[in-house]
């Protein structure tokens, strides 16, 4: 069984650039979410795809966009970004069971310095 | 808004002992719980979970106790070895609803988190 990969490790952009972040779920979850987290601080829930679609969005500005598709692969995309944008990025994923709540299981993370 | 939080921020133990770390919520319509451990450079590492049916749940070396009550979570570590020190999160989800109803009702919430060294 494969874990949750993600991609790259780490990352160098300038202030208004995009940037692309890529994870692949765990073996049999359809479900990935994606967060934030600042150094010293806890993971910030960002947003979720099931089954391609979005399932529930955090605190952030739409400058912060994703997809997923039907392999259940994620993408997030961030655009015009800001120096507070650098942090480590986490997704996770998870088997998505209706009705109820199941572990969701992260990812390295991809850690993103903005300059 | 709601929140997960942390009772102590640091933990020091030695080697071979007990550790208890905790945690406070208080988003009273949570009904599922899971501890995280993280090590530096790494994504968080699912340890054990625990639903609001349950008051302990046990798993290798670890037990996880809930108290509704009062709103609190602990996580027992037994026989604390140098391979455990990391920093370890609570995280919450609330009651859900079916996926694409709307809302974040799988996301999680975390805290900040306790920093456990072990010392030899």
């Known amino acids: 069984e494969t874990g949750v990969t993600q991609s790259p490790t780490h990352l160098i952009k300038t202030r208004g650039q995009q940037v692309t972040l890529r994870c692949s779920s765990q073996?049999?979850?359809?479900?990935v979410s994606w967060y934030q987290q600042a150094l010293g601080q806890g993971p910030q829930f960002i947003f979720q795809?099931?089954?391609?679609?979005?399932?529930g969005r955090g605190n952030f500005p739409p400058r912060f966009s994703g997809l997923q598709f039907p392999n259940y692969s994620s993408e997030l995309n961030v655009n015009a970004l800001e120096l507070d944008d650098s942090a480590l990025y986490l997704c996770?994923?998870?088997?998505?069971?209706?009705?109820?709540?199941?572990?969701?299981?992260f990812g390295p993370g991809t850690r993103l310095l903005v300059l | 808004g709601e929140s997960v939080g942390l009772h102590l921020p640091t933990l020091s133990v030695q080697e071979g002992d007990n550790s208890i770390i905790n945690c406070a919520y208080s988003?009273?319509?949570?009904?599922?719980f899971i501890w995280y451990k993280q090590e530096s450079g790494k994504g968080p590492q699912f340890i054990i979970d625990?639903?609001?049916?349950?008051d302990k749940r046990q798993g290798q070396r670890v037990t996880v106790l809930l108290n509704k009550t009062v709103k609190h979570l602990s996580l027992q570590i037994a026989a604390t070895q140098p391979g455990d020190s990391a920093v370890y999160f609570c995280a919450e989800i609330p009651q859900g609803l079916p996926p694409n109803s709307g809302g974040s009702n799988y996301k999680l919430t975390f805290g900040k988190g306790t920093l456990l060294t072990v010392n030899p």
């Open positions: 996770a994923s998870s088997p998505g069971l209706a009705g109820g709540q199941s572990a969701q299981y």
């Open positions: 073996s049999g979850h359809n479900t």
């Open positions: 625990i639903r609001s049916n349950m």
């Open positions: 988003n009273s319509a949570s009904d599922y």
């Open positions: 795809y099931y089954r391609e679609e979005e399932n």
